[in-house]
């Protein structure tokens, strides 16, 4: 399903979703004449247009993609272009995991903790980006 087709449905203008979401008008203008991928497009700002849709970003780009290009896409888009206290802490973990830290409980507390605070205080990433995230860094066995 494209925006254009939601935005109908919702009886929303392009205009009123730039400024429900915070996503410049002109870069929904782009992605709804086709001139910008909407699967290149920051998880953010993805997720900001699919909030205000009431939507997946799934729904977002299913038409332009295909699954399996979704989940590579999804994990991308989940563990790039994060806040920056949070995927410096992702990083220093990916680090310490490759080097053999000794201080791999530290880097992990610290990724934990930025995890939840993008997450609940922040509100800079959904649950799902969370949850994917613990799974994939903290929960490992």
């Known amino acids: 399903m494209n925006i254009n087709t939601i ?17 410049p008008h002109a870069t929904l ?6 001139q910008a991928q909407i699967e290149k497009c920051s998880a953010e700002t993805l997720y900001k247009i699919a909030k ?3 939507v997946s970003i799934e729904d977002l780009i299913k038409d332009s993609i295909t699954e399996s290009e ?7 888009a989940y563990e790039y272009g994060l806040p920056n206290y949070l995927q410096h802490d992702l990083d220093e973990y990916k680090k310490g995991l490759k080097n053999h830290s000794s201080l791999i ?8 903790g930025s995890i939840n605070m993008a997450e609940i205080s922040d509100g800079a990433i959904s649950p799902e980006h969370a949850d994917y995230l613990r799974q994939k860094y903290l929960w490992r066995k």
């Open 7 to 23: 935005l109908k449905e919702n009886n929303m203008t392009k205009y009123r979703l730039a400024k429900l979401s915070g996503v």
């Open 29 to 34: 203008n782009n992605i709804c004449s086709g």
């Open 70 to 76: 979704i989940n590579a896409q999804r994990e991308r």
């Open 105 to 112: 409980d530290c880097l992990w507390g610290e990724l934990y």
């Open 52 to 54: 205000v849709l009431n």
